[in-house]
């Protein structure tokens, strides 16, 4: 399954793409974030592995979070796994001016068990729209501070 979000953020390229990866903001924009732990390297290096913790109302669960790709300013690619499911992020950033920085985000997910497959499907809305509501969070945040 695959899907791309972008959005329009009021602030420059650098400031986006630094909030964006940085540890310290994932919680001011992922819904259920609740922290992060780095398992091995950097979170803005190419390998870096970490586990980022999520509660919701019904449970606390950890997602295992791995960056393949790290260009400064243009692109940041991470990789999520959870029990059942692995989705690659591709954040690509562009500049529409010195204030105003596009994102675009891609989502392929592939579902490890073969039944989960098959309803996929189902899932596809309800996983872009929380996607679509984090990205939306980010940039409510980035516009407001770069109106301060």
Known sequence: ??????????????????????????????KDFQSIKTTSGRRTKVGGVSKLIFKDAKSAYSIKEEVLGFERNE????????????????????????????????????FKNPLNRIFGIFFKIPMRNQQQEDLTRLKNKLDRISNL
Do not use: C
């Open 75 to 110: 692109r940041f690619e991470i990789e999520l796994e959870h029990t059942e499911i692995i989705t690659r992020i591709n954040y690509r950033f562009g500049a529409k001016d010195a204030r105003t920085t596009i994102l675009v985000a891609d989502y392929q997910v592939k």
């Open 1 to 30: 399954m695959k899907f791309t979000i972008s959005t329009t953020i009021k602030t420059s390229l650098p400031e986006a793409f630094r909030y964006l990866t940085s540890s310290s903001k994932l919680g001011e924009w992922m």
